[in-house]
């Protein structure tokens, strides 16, 4: 039955429902980071090195705010399409956010988990972007890998191109929205 469903469904529908997927999957690996056991003092680090990061972030105009944090995400996206390796290296990325989550969890307010904090980040709109975009890398991913599989990877490169520029799109406001916010709340 539902091997018949796929097979009639429509190429589109298809992409769209392995889009669906990967968000859910990306979700999951990013709560798993989350959970992972750690040190009080590996968390201390961990906490550490973003925050340096962040006064790095907001030392910058919005517009820089905005090239840096899209550099950034976009770098992590073109890697997810990689043919049959992004699905590790994507993995790797969103599992290790969620160790940054999750220390920051542990070092700040222990009545507030990191999978709380997680899931508020979802209030803003450069979040659910972010995670769109890297779901869609992982369905180019998954689609290209197949067709490569098949013999006909040049054939879906032309449609793994059109994901990537979607996913450059949504990254990109993205990182304008974050570092609008970013810009407008207190240090």
């Known amino acids: 039955m539902a091997m ?5 469904s429509s190429s589109r529908f298809k992409r769209f429902i392995t889009i669906i997927f990967f968000l859910v999957l990306s ?14 003092q590996d968390a201390q680090d961990r906490s550490k090195d973003l925050n340096t990061t962040q006064q790095e972030i907001r030392s910058l105009s919005v517009w820089e705010m905005t090239l840096a944090i899209f550099e950034n995400n976009f770098l992590i996206c ?3 399409f990689i043919p049959f390796v992004g699905f590790f290296i994507g993995s790797y990325v969103l599992y290790n956010t969620g160790l ?16 709380l904090i997680f899931l508020a980040l979802f209030i803003f709109p450069f979040s659910w972007l972010e ?15 197949w067709r490569i599989i098949r013999r006909k990877g040049l054939w879906e490169l032309r449609r793994t ?3 990537i520029a979607i996913s450059a799109g949504l990254l990109f406001a993205g990182a304008l929205i974050e570092a609008l916010i970013i ?3 207190p240090a």
């Open 4 to 8: 018949k469903f796929w097979k009639e």
């Open 27 to 40: 979700i999951v690996v990013t709560i798993a980071g989350i959970l992972t056991p750690m040190s009080l």
């Open 78 to 80: 073109l890697l997810m």
């Open 100 to 115: 940054v989550i999750g220390a920051v969890g542990l070092t700040s307010d222990p009545h507030i988990s990191g999978v």
């Open 131 to 145: 995670y769109i975009a890297y779901a869609t890398g992982f369905s180019g991913n998954l689609w290209l890998s």
């Open 161 to 163: 191109a059109k994901l």
């Open 183 to 185: 810009a407008s709340s």
